[in-house]
């Protein structure tokens, strides 16, 4: 656990001032989300161009690799209803995947689809690591994210938001890992503290300033 924490205590002197974390925001605004298990550490620093695109740098960290990867982030579709909201960000990206003692070429697609109201909230991502061929044999690298989340009461903006969260997620052929979160998104702060069924922590940390 000693590593993750040097994750979850870097970021939280910034900013945050929308109450998820999306790949684009609004023009001109610097976005930062961490994602944080043990084994396992996601960080993404984006720069919204417009409100509909965004340059991006992914940095993840897992058991066998590291990979870095510049990437480009856009709004394909966003649904604003009276009261809740629903969107689809598209995003692509070409960097380095360091595994094996070697660095290799590696492509990035990724798709989110959102939605969420004052009282519920759900999410679906998917991505997917194209590694270079090498002498080695590598894997390419597959990850599929489901969400629901229920807010257990209403609060205004200047109040401390609380979600409860639980996510379904699974990596290449392995089992399907559940995890419980609690939400906490106060003005300007959001975390996220949780717990995977069977044991072991997980922190998540988003800002966009």
């Known amino acids: 656990m000693s590593k993750m924490w040097i994750w979850l205590l870097g970021p939280l002197f910034l900013i945050a001032t929308t109450a998820q974390a999306h790949p684009v925001s609004f023009a001109g605004a610097f976005s930062l989300m961490s994602y944080n298990k043990e084994n396992e550490n ?23 690799a590291e990979y870095t990867v510049p990437r480009l982030n856009f709004l394909a579709k966003r649904w604003n209803n009276e009261e809740s909201q629903g969107n689809i960000y598209l995003s692509a990206g070409y960097g380095t995947d360091r595994s094996y003692d070697e660095v290799k070429g590696v492509t990035l697609v990724s798709a989110d689809v959102d939605w969420e109201d004052r009282r519920y909230y759900t999410s679906f991502q998917y991505t997917k690591y194209f590694r270079q061929d090498s002498d080695i044999q590598r894997t390419d690298f597959e990850q599929t994210k489901l969400r629901g989340g229920v807010a257990p009461y209403l609060a205004e903006f200047n109040e401390l938001n609380t979600w409860l969260i639980v996510q379904f997620e699974k990596k290449n052929d392995s089992s399907i890992e559940t995890t419980q979160f609690v939400r906490l998104f106060y003005r300007n702060i959001l975390i996220e503290v949780g717990a995977t069924i069977g044991g072991g922590g997980a922190f998540n940390f988003m800002s966009h300033f």
Not at 47 to 56: D, E, Q, V
């Open 42 to 64: 996601e960080m993404l620093l984006t720069y919204s161009m417009t409100s509909r695109l965004a340059a991006g740098l992914t940095y993840f960290k897992t058991e066998e």
